[in-house]
Nanobody, 119 residues
Framework: QVQLVESGGGLVQPGGNLRLSCATS????????WGWYRQAPGKQREWVGH???????NYTHSVKGRFTISRDNAKNTVYLQMNSLKPEDTAVYYC?????????????WGQGTQVTVSS
């Protein structure tokens, strides 16, 4: 079973930046797309964006132009660079591999990493 370990969260002021990392176990990292998801208090988990095995990225509208997903296949790690953070970005952030159906994911969720945007 692939394990997912997210890190890099913290408290940041509005307009600030953070870089999240997601380290994965196993040796199949490079063949899959990888996505970032987030869950704000009292809300359902939502898709933030993903990067395909070929490096193509796609993002939800609210983060386009501010967030960037990248991957390092040699390190089995996917990153989320978050710039110009807003209070509404406050959430627990998770990574996972998107599954074949809408909203599907392939693996059990990790513990996530808390991002709090507040002055």
């Amino acid at each position: 079973q692939v394990q997912l370990v997210e890190s890099g969260g913290g408290l940041v002021q509005p307009g600030g930046n953070l870089r999240l990392s997601c380290a994965t176990s196993g040796n199949i990292f490079s063949i899959y797309a990888w996505g970032w998801y987030r869950q704000a208090p009292g809300k359902q988990r939502e898709w933030v964006g993903h990067i395909t095995a070929g490096g193509i990225t796609n993002y939800t509208h609210s983060v386009k132009g501010r967030f960037t997903i990248s991957r390092d296949n040699a390190k089995n790690t996917v990153y989320l660079q978050m710039n110009s953070l807003k209070p509404e970005d406050t959430a627990v952030y998770y990574c996972n591999a998107p599954g074949p159906g809408v909203g599907d994911t392939l693996y059990s969720w990790g513990q996530g990493t808390q991002v709090t945007v507040s002055s």
